[in-house]
């Protein structure tokens, strides 16, 4: 198992190599530039605005002065459009919101999802599995950016109960993780069913019943674990999902999260703040998906590590 | 003109034998299809769907971008069913004009993909060896990355060039004859053809090869290559048609993927530009109006799901009816 970490582990670092290499010189050969948007300035500013970046070099000098940084130092560069803050600084102060709200949203997803996933299954072709079923339907289809304004205006400007945005007390979680975990919950409580049905019917779930075993416990004890592993296995791109997902729900709910903070930065052409948060992306999601892949195996005898 | 010459009959016999039989595998998935409600339901709503929005400029009077500055936003009433929005334009008409750029955009990017997807999951299959094992590693891999991510990148970074590229297309003319006058906006749907489809593809390659594995050691792929056909037309004639199946159910479950996807960037402002819409972009209108005018926010993002929801269950009806396992390995 360590050797299959260790390996995975390897093969990430050409993968980040390629992707920061890529998105550098993508965002370089377009024309405009992070100035550019500004008031006019005279040409003598824009050469001494240019000159404090390093903009003036040629590029392929500045390609190789920030890998170096990067990989010496773990330095991901000033900002081009917040003065005197860094962009390790930026994403220490944002990605602890949106990492709040990815998990949080996860604990819902799973906690709903597994809920109405296995009370579906267990109560197959009755009318509890037909509310649990049409429920996640409903989720699957009711976008976040449109579920997310719906339950804005239900419960944040006619009920008064929420706030409609910002992110400071307990309160204000609420709309936010809900909305952006309720597709997941549909997608979880929708393969949880199918799983738990294919295992609920197997040989050692009637012999486990025909040794007294009650029914919690072949739920439980016998039938999760195998009834898991479609559930585990979506989680590598529920994760993704979660992750990038956030960028609409920051929006909607003004929450100064990581997300919107990416994408104001691409449109203000803000480059090192845009590679700084598409590297730290691809690592997350590559880490996590390695993290499912290993649970998985855990989960299910029959694979083995490769 | 009828002849009865004996050249021809023994092929009469065999069409009556046939019609005997009656069954074929599409005709099986046909009646199987047609017992699932939901699915036929799907089907119905999203047939009608795309005919109304297809036709809208002849069976609609009014389009999505006249305004009555007057009027501003009204409730829906009896002459604007679904209300107008804040510069008085139909809110119907909008819902329809952008349901055909949602649907054109889902369709056509799940045509890019499929293309390349099936292309490529054939010739890694068929090819197999080191070439297999290296065209699935990258797929591998690149299952592993932000897309979203990228295809953000991509909207932002290349709506300029795309600006000139709708600049060359108002410009271009052909004996003085402006053949794509009007069609300000082509640039930046062609790139989110493009963008959204070089991104879904990946899942449609990993399912062709692992069809195109399970036939390739048939007799008949063997009798193929031993009359001496080569390769392309192995794979594009006689192989890929037989993964069809699986493809079609895949590509029905791809399209609602797509019009997700694409909201999803009209919802964060890359989307189309207006006057046109889609409607992610007219979520997102509604979204930011929504405390004064409700129904611009409820109607299109209800037509959108509903829409969505059709989609997906014939996508899972097709699937049971044509009986396919899509495994992703």
């Given at each position: 198992m ?16 390629i ?6 010189f ?16 005279t ?15 040629p ?10 940084n ?7 560069g000033?900002?081009?459009?917040y ?6 600084e930026?994403?220490?102060d944002?990605?602890p ?8 949203a ?8 597994l ?10 072709n009755t009318w509890?599995?037909y ?17 997310g ?9 006619r009920l ?13 979680r ?16 929708r393969?949880?069913r199918?799983?738990?049905?294919e ?32 559930v585990?296995?979506?989680?590598g ?26 994408v104001?930065?691409?449109?203000n ?5 845009v590679?700084?948060t ?29 | ?48 769907f795309s005919?109304?929005c ?17 009027l501003?936003?009204?409730?829906p ?14 809110l ?14 889902g ?32 797929v ?12 953000i ?17 108002g ?12 069609m ?5 749907i ?8 070089a ?5 449609m ?21 031993s009359?001496?056909?080569?390769t392309p ?31 999803f960037?009209?919802f ?19 979204s930011e ?25 014939l996508g899972?009806?097709?699937?049971d ?8 390995d």
């Amino acid at each position: 198992m360590l050797r299959f970490i260790a390996r995975r582990l390897l093969e990430t670092i050409p993968v980040l190599f390629i992707i920061l290499t890529a998105t550098f010189f993508m965002i370089r050969f377009v024309p405009g530039g992070p100035f550019t948007a500004e008031k006019a300035v005279t040409p003598e500013v824009m050469r001494n605005l240019e000159r404090a970046y390093d903009l003036d070099k040629p590029l392929w000098q500045q390609y190789t002065r920030y890998l170096r940084n990067v990989v010496l130092h773990g330095d991901l560069g000033p900002s081009f459009k917040y003065p005197n803050r860094t962009v390790n600084e930026i994403i220490a102060d944002k990605l602890p919101v949106s990492l709040e709200l990815g998990a949080e949203a996860l604990l819902i997803a799973l906690v709903a999802g597994l809920t109405l996933g296995v009370l579906a299954a267990v109560k197959s072709n009755t009318w509890i599995d037909y509310i649990c079923s049409s429920t996640a339907m409903i989720g699957i289809c009711l976008p976040t950016f449109v579920l997310g304004p719906l339950l804005v205006l239900l419960f944040a400007i006619r009920l008064g109960w929420a706030n409609a945005s910002g992110w400071y007390g307990p309160v204000d979680r609420v709309l936010p993780c809900l909305t952006l975990g309720c597709v997941y919950a549909a997608y979880i409580a929708r393969l949880t069913r199918g799983g738990m049905l294919e295992v609920l019917h197997q040989d050692y779930i009637r012999t486990a019943r025909a040794k007294g075993a009650g029914q919690l416990r072949v739920i439980f004890k016998h039938a999760l674990r195998g009834g898991l592993l479609p559930v585990v296995s979506f989680l590598g791109p529920a994760i993704a999902g979660i992750l990038t997902g956030s960028f609409v729900i920051e929006t909607i709910f003004q929450i100064p999260g990581l997300g919107r903070e990416f994408v104001n930065s691409a449109f203000n052409r803000d480059y090192t703040l845009v590679l700084g948060t598409v590297i730290l992306y691809a690592a997350l999601i590559i880490a996590l998906n390695l993290v499912v892949d290993v649970v998985q195996v855990w989960l299910n005898p029959k694979l083995k590590f490769e | 003109m009828v002849s009865l010459s004996p050249q021809n009959l023994p092929s009469a016999d065999l069409t009556t034998d046939q019609l005997e039989r009656g069954t074929s595998l599409w005709r099986d998935a046909w009646h199987r299809l047609r017992r699932n409600r939901l699915a036929v339901f799907g089907g119905t709503v999203v047939i009608v769907f795309s005919l109304t929005c297809v036709l809208a400029p002849w069976i609609f009077h009014l389009s999505y971008q006249d305004q009555n500055l007057d009027l501003g936003a009204v409730a829906p009433n009896a002459q604007h069913w679904l209300g107008t929005d804040t510069l008085g334009r139909d809110l119907l008409a909008r819902i329809l004009y952008g349901g055909r750029i949602s649907l054109m955009v889902g369709l056509v990017a799940s045509l890019v993909a499929l293309v390349i997807g099936v292309s490529y999951g054939a010739i890694a299959g068929y090819v197999g060896g080191t070439l297999d094992s290296v065209m699935m590693r990258i797929v591998d891999i690149m299952y592993a990355l932000p897309f979203t991510i990228f295809v953000i990148l991509l909207m932002v970074f290349l709506k300029d060039p795309m600006q000139a590229v709708d600049a060359w297309l108002g410009r271009f003319s052909i004996f003085g004859f402006h053949a794509f006058e009007g069609m300000q906006g082509v640039g930046k749907i062609l790139l989110l053809f493009a963008a959204i489809g070089a991104v879904e593809w990946l899942t449609m390659a990993r399912i062709v090869r692992g069809q195109i594995l399970s036939i390739k050691k048939m007799e008949y792929i063997e009798a193929a290559r031993s009359m001496g056909l080569g390769t392309p037309r192995i794979i594009f004639r006689h192989m890929v048609p037989n993964v069809l199946g699986p493809v079609i159910v895949y590509t029905s479950l791809t399209i609602p993927a797509v019009m997700l996807l694409e909201s999803f960037l009209s919802f964060l402002g890359l989307g189309v530009d207006a006057p046109m819409s889609s409607l992610g972009t007219l979520i997102k209108d509604g979204s930011e109006k929504m405390e004064e005018f409700w129904w611009l926010l409820v109607f299109p993002g209800g037509a959108f799901s509903l829409t969505l929801f059709s989609l997906n269950f014939l996508g899972d009806g097709l699937r049971d009816a044509l009986d396919v396992r899509a495994s992703k390995d």
